[in-house]
């Protein structure tokens, strides 16, 4: 029997909370919910606190916070190591006094996770986390550097795609490679990365599951090793990982890849030609 309206609390409300992080193309998810019961797929979380930002319609508008209880999901999230893109939606589920358990949904946030803390207000149980709002990472710029690194995602859009056939950088610029061991920022793997100016690891990335590290340097001699500017998950070790050849952003560079008409970055320069200083007899 169908619990009666009389029976449920005037405006009953609670959050569900859902994660989405890893492989874009095939996401995982957590679900939470501050309600005493489960709400499927979101798991009863009587500990979950959300401080939601001011809904002003800025581009200023400020974090939501958000603290869970630790566990397998929160712990990697704030464990310091890299993690891939993470975005949180919250939603606000209301039962009003006439119409029984029937509820109105409204969302109240969606964001991606820009911050962590481990031990929120000295508590070891807890975790924070931190998102801005999507429309916070749509900001224009004002203006345009003058200066000469290029703004193209390299073999992206900009970059002259698909690549040979348009005359744009060679291809043979990415690979897979089984990591042998992490010792910090340094990743030995099992075969070296063979390569010339042409094909630069300097500025690339490997990534998994998502999760994308910048290659810092690499050296030809000790081909079989990566310098990257943050230390990857320890899991890492013995996986098949993907290895992205990248572009110091040059113009040099760009001329290398014989690709310098369309080097995407702005800057000043003498006309080779100009008639109007032309010597006259």
């Not at 993470?86 to 606000?92: G, L």
């Not at 986390?129 to 703004?151: R, S, T, W, Y």
């Not at 001699?221 to 990248?246: C, K, N, S």
């Not at 290398?256 to 008639?275: H, R, S, V």
Request: hydrophobic letters at 35%; proline letters at 9%.
């Amino acid at each position: 029997m169908s619990p009666r309206a009389i029976d449920q609390p005037e405006k009953e409300s609670y959050y569900l909370v859902t994660f989405t992080y890893g492989d874009p193309a095939d996401p995982d998810f957590a679900f939470y919910t501050n309600r005493d019961q489960d709400v499927f797929p979101h798991i009863s979380t009587p500990s979950l606190a959300v401080k939601l930002p001011q809904n002003s319609g800025l581009f200023e508008d400020g974090l939501c916070e958000i603290e869970l209880p630790n566990d397998a999901f929160s712990n990697r999230l704030t464990d310091g190591h890299p993690t891939s893109p993470t975005r949180v939606e919250v939603v606000e589920m209301t039962r009003p006094l006439e119409g029984g358990p029937t509820a109105t949904r409204l969302m109240l946030f969606v964001g991606d996770v820009v911050s962590t803390i481990r031990n929120a207000g000295g508590n070891s149980r807890m975790r924070k986390i931190k998102a801005l709002p999507v429309k916070q990472f749509l900001d224009i710029p004002m203006g345009m550097p003058a200066n000469h690194e290029c703004g193209y995602t390299f073999n992206g859009a900009g970059c002259n795609p698909p690549g040979v056939g348009a005359g744009g950088p060679v291809g043979g610029v990415s690979t897979s490679r089984v990591i042998l061991s992490i010792e910090g920022k340094k990743v030995t793997l099992t075969s070296g990365l063979t390569g010339t100016d042409r094909h630069p690891w300097q500025r690339g990335h490997i990534s998994l599951d998502g999760i994308i590290v910048e290659i810092r340097d690499w050296d030809s001699v000790a081909a079989d090793v990566l310098y990257l500017t943050r230390q990857p998950p320890t899991y890492w070790v013995g996986q098949t990982i993907f290895v992205e050849a990248g572009c110091d952003k040059s113009v040099e560079r760009c001329r290398l890849w014989d690709n310098e008409q369309n080097f995407g970055g702005p800057g000043y320069a003498i006309p080779a030609y100009n008639p109007v200083f032309e010597d006259r007899p």
